[in-house]
């Protein structure tokens, strides 16, 4: 399946009832303006770089607009897993209201790894980051029973979002991005009744390498 062959999910701002399909959530719509997640496109990048960088986090990274052009440009062109949240602005006209880039297998060739997310301002606290992770999570979740992210010891607000999300802090990495900034690692495990997810790698290697029982 293509970037552009999959499905979108349409999802109402702060959705009541959720069902699961293949690595997608799909809200189902009842009244009031509805979000859709859906495949970032070269002609979302600009709106994406002003959304990111407006933010203090971005600033305080030193992002500037031509090295995260380039980023999104590069992933995008290597069919990367970035999605927008697309917001009604008015009822005729929607705009990008919020961003996620995820990898699967991301983190140590193993588990899940959101990589950025970002939701603009003037978005915040409505419900589009949760969806936007629900989205990564379903994706993430299919392949490995981790996902693992990092965020900024200064960006109090971020980790109480990944934490009310059930994420939980186990180690930092100072002086990984930005002199003087720790990045905290997160992860989040997903439980399953039986046998551990299959990882790629088969029983025999699986003993020799020490993997997950
Ligand atoms: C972190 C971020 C993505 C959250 O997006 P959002 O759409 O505002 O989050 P949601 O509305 O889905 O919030 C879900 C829950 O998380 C918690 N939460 C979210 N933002 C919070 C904040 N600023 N302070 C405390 N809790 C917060 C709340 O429990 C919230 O539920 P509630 O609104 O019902 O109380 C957004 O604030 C953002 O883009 N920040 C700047 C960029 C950034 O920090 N990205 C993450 C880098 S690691």
Redesign the pocket.
């Known amino acids: 399946m293509t970037r552009e062959d999959r499905p979108a999910s349409v999802m109402p701002l702060r959705p009541s009832r959720q069902s699961k399909l293949w690595g997608v959530i799909v809200n189902l719509t009842e009244n009031g303006p509805s979000v859709v997640i859906r495949p970032m496109r070269r002609d979302d990048v600009a709106a994406t770089v002003a959304l990111a960088l407006a ?1 203090p ?2 600033q305080r990274h030193g992002g500037t607009p031509a090295a995260l052009t380039a980023r999104l440009e590069e992933g995008l062109a290597a069919s990367a897993a970035i999605w927008v949240a697309d917001a009604p602005a008015t009822p005729e006209v929607s705009q990008i209201a ?1 961003f996620v880039w995820y990898v699967v297998r991301g983190a140590f060739q193993r588990s899940g790894y959101v990589m ?4 603009a301002d003037q ?11 629900a989205h990564a999570e379903a994706r993430l979740f299919a392949e490995a029973d981790d996902i693992f ?4 010891d200064f ?1 109090t ?2 980790q ?3 934490r ?2 059930g994420y939980a802090q186990i180690g930092a990495i100072p002086d990984y991005i930005t002199p003087g900034v720790a990045e905290l690692i997160f992860r989040k495990r997903q439980f399953r009744q039986g046998r551990p997810h299959e990882q790629s790698f088969g029983t025999a290697e699986r003993t020799t390498r020490g993997g997950k029982p």
């Open positions: 933010t986090l971005w919020g950025l997310l970002g939701v978005y915040r606290r409505q419900g589009i980051g949760r969806m936007l992770m992210l990092l965020v900024s960006n607000p971020a109480r979002f990944y009310q999300l």
